[in-house]
């Protein structure tokens, strides 16, 4: 590992773009400290900050593979702009999810108990459909991408508690995650499903 310290960033990147996983384990460990830092002075919540910080390297992992990333010497300062982005992102599907229009007259009274149920009650059953079909999609999956998906969305674990839970690198339980999504969005497709939860 002791020959990674001493590349410069971007070789670190065109080796780990060879394939060479251990060259991303030493950018994570020189960039997440700045990155965490950005993120949480922005979101001031720590629980929150650890879950975006998560979102931006799965973003970096796959800008990197794709080569979206262009030498400019200021690899962190691009990191930076992305972990800007995913917390605009955050931040602007929030609002979506919850900003609500009253009525021009905003008079709610004519709304009647029992439709509100229904409408809660079709959620609930859509919702419910919707988790049968990802447990079918994530059964499809190799067991290494399985065992991601399951810690991370049934167990509600950390990219960070995985990989210590399965002896691997944050590296790799990102990537594995990136792939079973990858993959989870081909079968969603191939059989037609639609996965969004309401």
Not at 6 to 35: C, K, P, W
Not at 72 to 101: C, E, P, S
Request: proline share 2%; net charge negative; charged share 25%.
């Amino acid at each position: 590992m002791s020959t990674f310290t001493s590349m410069t960033d971007q070789e670190l990147v065109q080796a780990y773009q060879d394939g060479n996983n251990h060259a991303f384990d030493e950018l994570l460990s020189r960039t997440q400290d700045n990155i965490f830092s950005y993120i949480m002075r922005v979101v001031k919540d720590e629980e929150l900050a650890n879950e975006l910080f998560q979102e931006t390297f799965l973003k970096i992992i796959s800008k990197i593979q794709s080569h979206q990333y262009t030498e400019t010497g200021k690899l962190q300062w691009w990191m930076i702009r992305v972990a800007h982005n995913v917390v605009i992102d955050y931040y602007r599907d929030l609002k979506k999810n919850f900003v609500v229009d009253a009525p021009k007259e905003n008079d709610l009274s004519a709304v009647k108990g029992d439709e509100v149920i229904d409408v809660n009650r079709e959620t609930e059953l859509t919702n419910q459909r919707t988790m049968k079909q990802l447990v079918l999609l994530m059964n499809e999956l190799p067991a290494p991408q399985r065992e991601v998906v399951y810690m991370r969305y049934f167990q509600d674990m950390s990219f960070k508690e995985i990989a210590e839970e399965l002896g691997c690198s944050i590296n790799t339980s990102l990537g594995r995650m990136r792939y079973a999504l990858i993959n989870m969005r081909k079968y969603s497709r191939e059989y037609n499903l639609n996965l969004s939860l309401e």
